[in-house]
């Protein structure tokens, strides 16, 4: 298991930008696949960006075009969100994939995820 640590949170203005980084006890470069949730209170955690160990990203629609997700090292993955708007407001979650053989694509199925931070909130004003 691997401890997952995120930052850069904070509150900013519509039109604005962000970087949120996840910081892992070990390396997560071999993880099948990374990604970025996020859940606003009474919602379900919905996926946001993912990175597969096949090199392809996947975002969801209302963050197309506007967020990036890549690693900066080995133990590090980042979620660069440009153009925020207030429906980008809620907790962002970092997760890990497992670990299996091959390269794998990205997902964004919740369940698939072993391991996950604590989060870090993201508010984003009109």
């Known amino acids: 298991q691997v401890q997952l640590v995120e930052s850069g949170g904070g509150s900013v203005q519509a039109g604005g930008s962000l970087r949120l980084s996840c910081a892992a006890s070990s390396a997560i470069d071999s993880r099948n696949y990374m990604a970025w949730f996020r859940q606003v209170p009474g919602q379900e955690r919905e996926g946001v960006a993912a990175l597969g160990s096949d090199g392809r990203t996947q975002y969801s629609n209302p963050v197309k075009g506007r967020f990036t997700i890549g690693h900066d090292n080995a133990k590090n993955v980042y979620l660069q969100m440009k153009s925020l708007k207030p429906e980008d407001t809620a907790v962002y979650y970092c997760?890990?994939?497992?670990?299996?053989?091959?390269?794998?694509?990205?997902?964004?199925?919740?369940?698939?995820?072993?391991?996950w931070g604590q989060g870090t909130q993201v508010t984003v004003s009109s």
């Open positions: 997760a890990a994939g497992p670990t299996r053989p091959g390269k794998w694509a990205p997902t964004l199925r919740t369940r698939l995820y072993p391991d």
